[in-house]
C-alpha cells in the first residue's frame, strides 16, 4: 500500500503514527546515527523524515543508504529546498508552505523539482507545511523568510488547513520548527483537526511523553520526533510506547 494510503486508513480507524526527524547536518557520527536506527526499529517507528530547513554536508545519500542497509522503515525526504531531492528515498513531502505567502515556497520550488520527480519511482506527497510560532525564531522560520502564524490565531491556522486541503494537498504538517522553545498547543491542533479531514502531522518541540500524548490526544494522526533525541536518544521509547499504547486501545475498542 502507497504511504499516503496508508495514513489515510489509519486516520479513519483513528490510528496513530510516529516518524523520526533525521537532519543530514547533524548526522555527522555514524555511530549515534545506527544507534538511533536500531533504536527506531526496536520501537516500531513508521517512518524516517530526512531532511532540514539548511543543509551544509552532502551526506544526504549517506544517511538515507545507513538506514536502508538495516531497516526497512520507509525513508520521507523533508526537504528544506528543491536541492533537497535523493532518488533512494520511498518518498517526498511535496511542501507547499500555506502559512507563508514566499512564493517560492509555495510554487517556485516545486516547479523544478517536478520534472525530476516526474522520472522518479518516489511517492510524492502533497502537504500543506504550517509553520506555528514557538517562542523563539525557528531556523525554518528564518530561512523560508516567512512568518509564522502566531500560536494564539486558532480560526487563522483553521482556516489555512481548510484552503490546503480544499488546493488539494493530501496531507496537513503543523510544524513549530526543530527544537522550539514550546510545541504546538493541544487547542491549536485541536482547532485544525476539526476543520479538515486530512491526516494531520504534528512537530516541533514534543520532548516527552506527556507532550506526545497531548498532541495526539488533541487530533495529530502523526507526531514527529528530532531535537531531543540527538540529546537523548532513549527517549524514544518512552514517546513510541504512547503511540503504541493508543493503537492498542484502538484495536480493543474495535
Ligand atoms: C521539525 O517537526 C520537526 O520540523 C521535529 O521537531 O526537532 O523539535 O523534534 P523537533
Redesign the pocket.
Known amino acids: 500500500m502507497k504511504i499516503l494510503e496508508t495514513l489515510q486508513q489509519r486516520h479513519r480507524l483513528g490510528k496513530k503514527s510516529i516518524a523520526v ?1 533525521i ?1 543530514p547536518d547533524k548526522a555527522d557520527d555514524p555511530v549515534k546515527l545506527k544507534h538511533l536506527i536500531h533504536l527506531s526499529s526496536e520501537n516500531c517507528i513508521d517512518f524516517f ?1 530526512v531532511g532540514g530547513s539548511l543543509i551544509t554536508t552532502p551526506n544526504l545519500s549517506e544517511v538515507i543508504q545507513s538506514i536502508k542497509e538495516d531497516v526497512n522503515i520507509p525513508v520521507i525526504l ?1 526537504p528544506g529546498s528543491s536541492l533537497q531531492i535523493d532518488p533512494s528515498a520511498d518518498a517526498i513531502l511535496f511542501l507547499s508552505l500555506i502559512s507563508g505567502r514566499n512564493p517560492d515556497l509555495l510554487i517556485g520550488q516545486h516547479v523544478q523539482a517536478a520534472p525530476i520527480l516526474k522520472n522518479n519511482r518516489m511517492e510524492v506527497l502533497p502537504t500543506g507545511y504550517m509553520l506555528i510560532s514557538s517562542g523563539r525564531t525557528t531556523s ?1 522560520a528564518y530561512i523560508s523568510n516567512t512568518t509564522p502564524i502566531p500560536e494564539d490565531k486558532y480560526s487563522l491556522a483553521a482556516c489555512t488547513a481548510m484552503a490546503g486541503e480544499m488546493l488539494g494537498l493530501q496531507l496537513i ?1 503543523l ?6 522553545e514550546r510545541e504546538i498547543s493541544p487547542r491549536m491542533i485541536s482547532a485544525v483537526r476539526k476543520s479538515i479531514n486530512a491526516p494531520m ?7 516527552s511523553p506527556q507532550k506526545a500524548l497531548s498532541a495526539l490526544e488533541a487530533g495529530a494522526d502523526m507526531i ?6 540527538e540529546k537523548n536518544p532513549d527517549l524514544l521509547t518512552e514517546i513510541s510506547d504512547r503511540v503504541y499504547d493508543w493503537n492498542q486501545s484502538v484495536e480493543a475498542g474495535k
Open positions: 526527524l537532519d523524515f523533508f525554518v504538517y510544524d513549530a520548527g526543530s527544537g522550539a502531522i504534528v512537530g516541533g518541540g514534543i520532548t514527529v520526533i528530532g531535537n531531543s533525541l
